[in-house]
């Protein structure tokens, strides 16, 4: 991992420490989780993106490189969130996938915005993109993504 990545996920790792709930126990499988993980973090990179936009800071096109050099594994953890929440039949839009992402997606959308996180952000998609590593995009996304919002969400519903 680069000096750059390293430095710029360790800003975003201590400011999600802040700001992120106790962990608590897992409520879906590992392999989901990790999924989950990489979805969300696409999310929210894809959010962050055009929320650093609307205040005057393009990261849209590291962050389109990021998605390019990414996009078997990203296409792979939204497949496997499909299968577990559903839609994933003959109507692959039905079921709890589409309502998750919608979820997930409005979570992100209002989150406050300055030119250093996105300049930070935009480093990391920048880094990811030049590294088409799952590996290091599982790493990058469990380090900014501690608890998925899916695993929030499956153990409020077991509760």
Known sequence: MSRRLSRAIATLALFSLVMAAPAQAACIDRQTATAARIHQFETMMMVVSLRCNRIGYDMR???EGMVTAHQAPFGQAATRLRHFLGGDGIDPHSGGFDRYATILG???GGGATSFATCQT????????AKVPDVRLLAQVAETLIARPKLDEMACAAEN
């Not at 952000?121 to 990811?128: F, K, T």
């Open 61 to 63: 096109g590291t962050y």
């Open 106 to 108: 409005n979570s992100y």
């Open 121 to 128: 952000l935009d480093q990391v998609a920048g880094e990811l």
